[in-house]
């Protein structure tokens, strides 16, 4: 069945650091791989995505690493601001434009 | 671009009174999302609408819950009667939908209900 994981609910990170929020699914059929972010407040917002025949995809200061030999996802942030403080999702595309949140991974920038 | 409207942004009610919901979403777009979302979890899709038409109401709990999209634009959810349990935060979200796997969904701010 689908199900997301993630490996830590909070991460603390110093600014400028760079952080690294991991994923594991359940489900080996998706199409793409996607990354939401909510800030406090504010409804989730798209920072990337990677389809499943890729292994690296990059953004502005952010890397996606799909790894499907283990069902393994992680967004990488380089040089960690405190406006990327906020809670990470990795949800499930689960069929016809549906998406399966789990519970996220709050990230905490501190100066 | 506008986002997705959403309004009221607040809202506290005591339980067993109703309340409703309204979602604007973006322009031409043609699938429309309801999520609960409570304190400490992710988003909980609640229905989707592709226009008009709802596309999956599975985790809606009709017994209390309804939405309608008449025109295939805005949208209203509304709870009647409310229950404690039913505080949480209320997206709503669009996508264009042209791809049938995976579109961005672009979500809005949110109403925040307070059941006393």
């Known amino acids: 069945g689908e199900s997301v994981g993630l490996h830590l609910p909070t991460l603390s990170v110093q600014e400028g650091d760079n952080s690294i929020i991991n994923c594991a699914y359940s489900?080996?059929?998706?199409?793409?791989f996607i990354w939401y972010k909510q800030e406090s407040g504010k409804g989730p917002q798209f920072i990337i995505d990677?389809?499943?025949?890729?292994d690296k995809r990059q953004g502005q200061r952010v890397t996606v690493l799909l790894n499907k030999t283990v069902k393994h996802l992680s967004l990488q942030i380089a040089a960690t601001q405190p406006g990327d403080s906020a809670v990470y999702f990795c949800?499930?595309?689960?069929?016809?434009?549906?998406?399966?949140f789990g519970a996220g991974t709050r990230l905490a920038v501190h100066p | 671009e506008a986002g997705v409207a959403q309004s009221p942004r607040y809202k506290i009610i005591e339980k067993r009174q109703s309340v409703a919901f309204w979602c604007n979403p973006i322009?031409?777009?043609?699938?429309l999302y309801w999520y609960q979302q409570i304190l400490g979890q992710g988003p909980k899709l609640l229905i989707q609408?592709?226009?008009?038409?709802?596309?999956?109401d599975s985790q809606l709990p009709k017994d209390r819950f309804s939405a309608e999209r008449l025109k295939g634009v805005d949208s209203t959810l509304k709870i009647q009667p409310a229950k404690l349990e039913d505080s949480a935060v209320y997206l709503c979200?669009?996508?264009?939908?042209?791809?049938?796997?995976?579109?961005?969904?672009?979500f809005g701010p949110g109403t925040r209900l307070t059941v006393l």
């Open positions: 979200a669009s996508t264009d939908g042209r791809s049938w796997s995976y579109n961005e969904q672009f």
């Open positions: 489900n080996s059929a998706s199409d793409y």
């Open positions: 990677i389809r499943s025949n890729m």
């Open positions: 949800p499930l595309s689960g069929g016809y434009n549906k998406l399966i």
């Open positions: 322009s031409g777009h043609a699938t």
């Open positions: 609408f592709q226009n008009n038409g709802v596309v999956d």
